[in-house]
């Protein structure tokens, strides 16, 4: 029995049915529907390149429309997966009912869904990358007995004509607030658009980048998500990016995921938070202090980290923001509140039972700590990544440190404590990640097995990652062009729209 008050969800199919978008039917979907006079359906699918695919339907009758929704349509795979042969290319497409949301782009009233791809067997297509999550996420749990969560930070840049007005100091911009951030009521709107669309948003803000070349003013924001499932993580991430792209076109105006934008300016990261659950226990801490768990899930995150930057730093832009001496990290190697590691545990809440009463004298004190938000997060990949093809593989990597044999003690091995945060001697001590994206393909190759057991990331994906890595041929690239500024922007230019 659903007992949730959702009078107040920004989801507008949520708030209409009163119930959550995982309990929505066919039936439900068709009423909506005939009652706020829909006319259109849009299917839209996730294939090899990350980004969302659309296909639109008019609504021609009551029967048409319980047909799309039931039976879905074909599409062409070969044009979708570069692994699909011509001669055997058609795959269905059918709509996940959860993923329900309105066009607010469209004029005309259209309802729209994620679908997933089906083979001409009828089964999930092994090579979906939203299947390769669900996968891994079932192995987890089979193999364990815990589930993983997972939510992003979105990064991103605005491009707007340069005004003289209030202008922020150069890379001084972090929680930035208007009139000095510029670009406070775009962000707003899209907030405002992924909820109404489904994303569970926790936050979003100005981020630290603010700058002007020539006669364009570059201002940098994030969006932060609520810790969800992980296959619902990926695909508001993707949502969310598409509904950023869809309101830039709207207003006019250039937006950017790019992982670097120009020489010494901030770039821009994609990173993911993780929860380890037990059922419906957040066990990421142990009575105040990180648990035994988390260590070793941590440990298999650094374990593979060379290899996941196949998926969560895709092209040769990535390189030039993952690079010594800034925030991005470099070495491998983890510890608590430190940005420049590359699993940070950000701050604890072991001291949140009487910090309210401290402010608001009128609110009881020592109130229960809750550990349920805490997590733990992979800062490596940018705007750049598969989404679902990178959570896909971190949940992997989590299953390895769990499993693996002295987990406990690689972990401890890998501890970057804030004592050491001014110890270069010590940071010399850790690997480093790969520097381009064909030494990320050389890990990958390595590590490939890992990814492949248990047919999670079948052979041919993993030969296509690596194939597309290896054709960027930027071996040296970083060094070539660290004092080009020309050439760093051509770079920037053509991977401006990746992700």
């Known amino acids: 029995m659903n007992t949730n008050d959702y009078s107040l969800s920004p989801n507008i199919l949520e708030s209409y049915f009163g119930k959550a978008s995982k309990e929505f039917t066919k039936a439900d979907l068709i009423r ?18 990350g980004r969302l695919k659309t296909l639109n339907f008019v609504i021609n009758s009551k029967e048409h429309l319980d047909e799309i ?12 997966f570069s692994y699909i042969r011509v001669d055997a290319s058609d795959l269905y497409v059918i709509p996940k009912f959860s993923t329900a949301f309105m066009n607010v782009f469209s004029e005309i009233p259209t309802i729209s869904f994620l679908c997933s791809f089906f083979d001409h ?7 979906s990358p939203h299947y390769m999550i669900t996968k891994a996420r079932k192995r987890l749990e089979l193999e364990t007995g815990f589930r993983l969560e997972a939510m992003g930070e979105l990064e991103y840049y605005i491009i707007t004509p340069k005004m003289e007005l209030f202008k922020p100091e150069d890379q001084r911009a972090y929680h930035e607030s208007e009139p000095f951030n510029k670009t406070s009521e775009f962000r707003r709107e899209a907030m405002r658009i992924i909820a ?17 070349v020539g006669d364009k003013h570059y201002e940098q924001n994030e969006i932060e998500f609520l810790p969800v499932v992980l296959e619902d993580a990926a695909d508001q991430l993707v949502i969310a990016k598409w509904i950023l792209r869809n309101l830039a076109y709207q207003k006019g105006i250039h937006i950017t995921f790019s992982p670097k934008i120009t020489v010494g300016k901030a770039g821009s990261g994609l ?15 142990n009575d105040g202090t990180l648990s035994k768990e988390s260590k070793k899930a941590i440990a298999g995150v650094l374990d593979m980290a060379p290899s996941l930057t196949a998926f969560g730093n895709t092209n040769p832009s990535s390189y030039f923001r993952l690079v010594p001496h800034q925030e991005a990290p470099t070495t491998i190697c983890w510890g608590f509140r430190n940005r420049a590691v590359l699993v940070r545990v950000p701050l604890l809440w072991d001291h949140a039972e009487n910090m309210l009463n401290k402010v608001n004298e009128r609110e009881p004190g020592l109130l229960p700590v809750s550990p349920d938000k805490q997590t733990f997060e992979f800062r490596v990949p940018d705007g750049s990544a598969n989404v679902h093809m990178l959570i896909a593989a971190l949940t992997l990597a989590v299953l390895h440190g769990l499993t693996m044999d002295k987990g406990l003690e690689q972990a ?23 520097a381009s994206c064909v030494a990320s393909a050389a890990e990958l190759r390595k590590q490939r097995g890992f990814y492949e057991h248990g047919e999670v990331f079948p052979g041919e994906v993993i030969d296509r990652i690596i194939s597309k890595l290896e054709y960027y041929d930027d071996a040296g690239l970083i060094k070539k062009l660290e004092r080009n500024v020309d050439g760093m922007l051509e770079l920037v230019d053509r991977y401006f729209h990746c992700g």
């Not at 829909?38 to 390149?49: A, G, L, R, S, T």
């Not at 067997?121 to 090579?127: C, H, L, M, T, W």
Request: glycine content about 8%; charged content about 25%; proline content about 3%.
């Open 196 to 212: 109404q669309c489904g994303g569970k948003i926790k936050y979003a803000h100005a981020e630290v980048g603010s700058f002007d």
């Open 121 to 127: 067997k009828g089964n999930f297509y092994e090579a």
């Open 69 to 80: 929704l039931t039976y879905g349509e074909r599409v062409d795979g070969s044009s979708l």
């Open 412 to 434: 401890e091995a890998l501890y970057f404590s804030p004592t050491e945060a001014n110890s270069s001697e010590k940071l010399k001590s850790f690997d480093v990640l790969p």
């Open 32 to 49: 909506y529907i005939e009652d706020k006079g829909v006319k259109m359906v849009n299917f839209h699918y996730i294939p090899e390149d």
């Open 271 to 285: 990173h993911i938070h993780l929860k380890l659950m037990k059922g419906e226990k957040n066990i990421v801490l």
